[in-house]
């Protein structure tokens, strides 16, 4: 099943709000009149956005110190059947785990059964880590500051040897490798299985009974269905086709939680007391305090934060707010905690649209109500996004630009509109972002269309392995490279839907990932992504007749497939 924007838009009458649960709440939420505006306003965006994200179904929960203000459905479970999104639709969450996970040891640590400072291989002898530093704590996987390899997710990068790359504690490198040892501490301290322990642990005292530890089969026949770009590993449009993604159990730490919007407030709320319950604590004064204490700078989507144990901090005009986002392959979520205020949101969309978070929704929520509770005019919605065929400086790419091998790229402006002439076509290109396009024709469905710039001005254009120039380029036009190199070019696929296919291309002497990301020799035989000191590497393998058949990305293969 594959859903474009039209069939959204034919659709989108009948996926207005499903359900709305509104509770007697203190001050100005006392009258369900009084939230009224709130929500229409907030609806009002969501379809707006919605419409603009192509995502197929929502859901969506607000919370305070008291509990569910409203849980709220949007869309489709199944865009195939017309399912729509119901209270108790189940989605993924993502990352969001993480704060779970968080909160798991540090209820642990209240038991006097965990050290945060201590090396995390006191508790776990059997990994291996290798460093020519301090040794790791879960004080420094917590916060993303162990030097971790930062990008596998899957449970293969424990089984050999791991490495960190710089001091620990120094600087914040967001790790799902790290989350995932601290499933294992998690089980090593508590002696029963992560899930358990989890349930145990977290859900149950919260009363989180609609929600599941960790994603099985068994829950299927209640998650909604998650969908994922349907050309893997190619350049996405916005609004482009979104097909059904694969099923995929998960059961790692680094994000394996299904929850629906009532539990999900019901998290929230505790969040919102300090980790109080209605009936006692789900963890102490202190443990929360470290929970929230900013342990390491990490600018969280753009603006000043901090990281904590599983959860980003910010000052944001006087208000502590907490909040994190969480993708998986076919789910986006985000949660937005403002403990000043007195009000949290969480989001969550059942699609992977290529970075998406429903981050504007959850942001709007909280601004929405802190406007109401203080009386004050409410604001207005997110400015639409920009259309990504408005290109405000078109005239800084226009020009002919011609390969070495005699190939030619012709761009044109049209006010905003920057077009590519092409086999007798016009076709105006969409900015992804910076100088980078997405150009939709066949011919140029594989890669995005770069531009270069040398003091300021557009002097090259790349696609993939090709390389153009324009009459203002002056530099160079051979490079060297090592001749090995010409068999790690290829294109490759790893079989986990985390990962999938991605392509590996030579030019100007140099191997890039997916035509835009450089890897840059290391010395010892691998290639850093980008910065050949980040703990994250890719090495060439089983090389036969001088081509590589794999590549192992930080301890995940990938082999070779040999289709265009």
Do not use: C
Request: glycine residues 10%.
């Amino acid at each position: 099943m594959t859903l474009t924007r039209r069939t959204f838009l034919v659709n989108s009458a009948q996926a207005a709000v499903a359900v709305t649960v509104l509770r007697s709440v203190p001050g100005v939420f006392a009258q369900a009149a009084a939230v009224q505006p709130v929500f229409a306003k907030l609806d009002a965006f969501i379809a707006r956005h919605m419409h603009e994200t192509g995502a197929p179904g929502m859901t969506l929960a607000l919370a305070n110190r008291d509990g569910l203000i409203r849980a709220s459905t949007y869309g489709y479970a199944d865009t195939k059947t017309g399912l729509k999104v119901a209270p108790e639709t189940m989605f993924e969450i993502g990352s969001i785990s993480k704060s779970f996970v968080a909160l798991r040891l540090l209820q642990l640590r209240d038991e006097g059964k965990l050290d945060l400072n201590k090396p995390i291989a006191e508790y776990l002898p059997w990994l291996k880590i290798n460093s020519k530093f301090q040794a790791i704590t879960t004080h420094h996987i917590l916060s993303h500051s162990a030097g971790l390899p930062g990008a596998p997710l899957l449970l293969d990068a424990l089984l050999g040897e791991l490495w960190t790359a710089w001091e620990p504690g120094k600087r914040f490198l967001y790790s799902n490798t790290g989350y995932n040892i601290l499933g294992f501490l998690i089980e090593a301290i508590d002696k029963r299985p992560f899930a358990e322990s989890m349930r145990a642990g977290m859900l149950v005292p919260l009363g989180m009974s609609a929600s599941s530890p960790i994603i099985t089969n068994d829950l299927r026949k209640v998650m909604a269905i998650g969908y994922e770009p349907l050309s893997e590993g190619k350049p996405f449009p916005v609004n482009g086709t979104l097909g059904e993604a694969q099923w995929l159990e998960v059961d790692i730490a680094a994000g394996s939680i299904a929850s629906t919007p009532a539990d999900m407030a019901k998290y929230m709320r505790m969040l919102l007391n300090r980790g109080a319950l209605p009936k006692g604590r789900l963890l102490s004064e202190e443990g929360f305090a470290l929970f929230t204490k900013a342990a390491i700078n990490s600018p969280y989507r753009g603006e000043p934060a901090s990281y904590g144990y599983g959860i980003w901090v910010s000052d944001i005009e006087g208000h502590t707010r907490l909040r994190h986002t969480g993708g998986m392959v076919a789910f986006s979520s985000s949660i937005d905690v403002d403990i000043t205020g007195n009000i949290s949101a969480f989001a969550s969309v059942n699609a992977n649209m290529r970075g998406y978070r429903p981050v504007a929704v959850t942001k709007y929520a909280i601004e929405l109500f802190n406007a109401s509770a203080a009386g004050k005019a409410l604001p207005d919605p997110p400015a639409p996004p920009p259309a990504p065929d408005e290109v405000k400086n078109a005239a800084d790419y226009v020009g002919a630009f011609t390969s070495l091998d005699g190939k030619k790229l012709e761009l044109v402006a049209e006010g905003n509109k920057l077009i590519l002439v092409h086999a007798n076509r016009r076709i105006v290109l969409d900015r992804v972002g910076g100088d980078r396009f997405l150009v939709k024709h066949p011919d140029f469905d594989t890669y995005l269309l770069g531009f270069v710039r040398e003091s300021q001005q557009v002097t090259q254009a790349v696609y993939g392995p090709d390389w153009y120039l324009n009459e203002k380029y002056k530099g160079p036009k051979t490079f060297e490279a090592k001749k090995e190199w010409d068999g790690f070019v290829g294109h490759y696929n790893n079989d986990s839907p985390w990962y999938g296919d991605t392509r590996v291309v030579m030019r100007k002497g140099q191997l890039f990932l997916d035509g835009t990301q450089p890897l840059v020799p290391r010395g010892d035989g691998k290639f850093g992504i980008g910065d050949p000191e980040a703990p994250d590497w890719i090495s060439f393998e089983s090389i036969v007749d001088g081509r590589a058949m794999r590549f192992n990305f930080s301890g995940i293969i990938f082999r070779r497939i040999f289709t265009p």
